[in-house]
Nanobody, 128 residues
Framework: QVHLVESGGGSVQTGDSLTISCANSGDAFSRHASGWFRQAPGEERQFVSAMSASGGITAHADSVIGRFTIYRDNAKNVMYLRMTGLKPEDTAVYYC?????????????????????WGQGTQVTVSS
């Protein structure tokens, strides 16, 4: 069983930076594929960033390339999303996700249905 808890969300201004975290209770964190998704009111959950189980492959949505970075600390069982140059359109609830079964370790999964475990979400609000 894997329990995910996000933290670090908040209200910021356009152009600010923010790092959100996802604590993973699983005992094989270093072998989990992980991802960040976001959902704005009235919209579907959308892909933001992902990291392969190996940690060597990352993927980002076009809208965040060059601004967001996904990384993890295996010793702490924590995944992070570093967000810079924030824009009002980045406002959403951000969710972390984990995939335990990873027969191919060098794949960064982009679809919500490819993940088995989800956190409760953390709100990020960017004001202009």
């Amino acid at each position: 069983q894997v329990h995910l808890v996000e933290s670090g969300g908040g209200s910021v201004q356009t152009g600010d930076s923010l790092t959100i975290s996802c604590a993973n209770s699983g005992d094989a964190f270093s072998r989990h594929a992980s991802g960040w998704f976001r959902q704005a009111p009235g919209e579907e959950r959308q892909f933001v960033s992902a990291m392969s189980a190996s940690g060597g492959i990352t993927a980002h949505a076009d809208s965040v390339i060059g601004r967001f970075t996904i990384y993890r600390d295996n010793a702490k069982n924590v995944m992070y999303l570093r967000m810079t140059g924030l824009k009002p359109e980045d406002t959403a609830v951000y969710y972390c996700a984990a995939r335990v079964f990873t027969p191919v370790t060098r794949v960064a999964y982009r679809r919500p249905d490819e993940y088995s475990y989800w956190g409760q979400g953390t709100q990020v609000t960017v004001s202009s």
